[in-house]
């Protein structure tokens, strides 16, 4: 499928839970608590064993803004590494580059981290990096483009940053100098997304 574009309210009622953390989309469910389309108030979210993996795993692919294959290629990467897989594939899904730009609060949403990375605005180590899946590592340092850094965008975010109470305990933040860097591996406890990715293991284990 093409990376969806669509009205993403729609895709909370869908799954019945504010996947994208920002407070509109959590106004818009309080008023439409149920699923979009004309059956939507009938609409039943008990499904058998498979469509719960299904589920669950288009949930994933949502929130982070992966194509199946993509998804299914990071789910390759961990599956034969030691540890609990689901929480590997959770560990790789937010080391993607775009994922740390967003939580470092480089940019308020996954997408707009995704478009910045893009555009060749991040550097890793001090290297232009413009691959949004690019997986950071521990010691990695993530630094704004210096070329970049006097746009009226990153003008704009300079306060954002400089006010952001919390970053997740494997990052660390330079709000004066606007750089970050991952100091661990992402735990089990840091992932915010409402994600069971054992199911999800067990979707492509089959």
């Known amino acids: 499928m093409a990376r969806y574009t669509g009205p993403k309210a729609k895709i909370c009622r869908r799954f019945g839970e504010n996947i994208y953390g920002t407070e509109k989309y959590d106004r818009i469910l309080s008023r439409k608590n149920y699923a979009p389309g004309v059956h939507g108030k009938n609409f039943s979210r008990n499904k058998s064993e498979y469509g719960k993996q299904l589920v669950m795993k288009q949930k994933a692919k949502y929130i982070y803004?992966?194509?199946?294959?993509?998804?299914?290629?990071?789910?390759?990467?961990?599956?034969?590494?030691?540890g609990v897989t689901g929480q590997l594939l959770l560990a790789r899904l937010e080391q993607r580059l775009d994922n740390v730009v967003y939580r470092l609060g480089f940019a308020q949403t996954r997408?707009?981290?995704?478009?910045?990375?893009?555009?060749?605005?991040?550097?890793?180590?001090?290297?232009?990096m413009s691959i949004p899946s690019y997986e950071v590592k521990v010691g990695?340092?993530?630094?704004i483009n210096p070329s970049k850094k006097d746009n009226g965008y990153f003008k704009n975010q300079?306060?954002?940053?400089?006010?952001?109470?919390?970053?997740v305990g494997w990052l660390s933040l330079d709000q004066k100098n606007m750089s970050g860097k991952m100091?661990?591996?992402?735990?089990r406890d840091d992932f915010d997304a409402n994600i069971n990715a054992q199911i999800i293991v067990e979707f492509y284990s089959k």
């Open 183 to 187: 100091v661990a591996l992402p735990k």
């Open 158 to 167: 300079e306060q954002y940053i400089k006010n952001k109470k919390h970053v």
């Open 140 to 143: 990695d340092e993530i630094t």
């Open 65 to 82: 803004g992966i194509l199946e294959k993509q998804f299914r290629k990071h789910y390759d990467d961990v599956k034969n590494r030691p």
């Open 111 to 128: 997408p707009q981290a995704r478009q910045i990375v893009n555009h060749s605005m991040i550097y890793v180590n001090g290297k232009k």
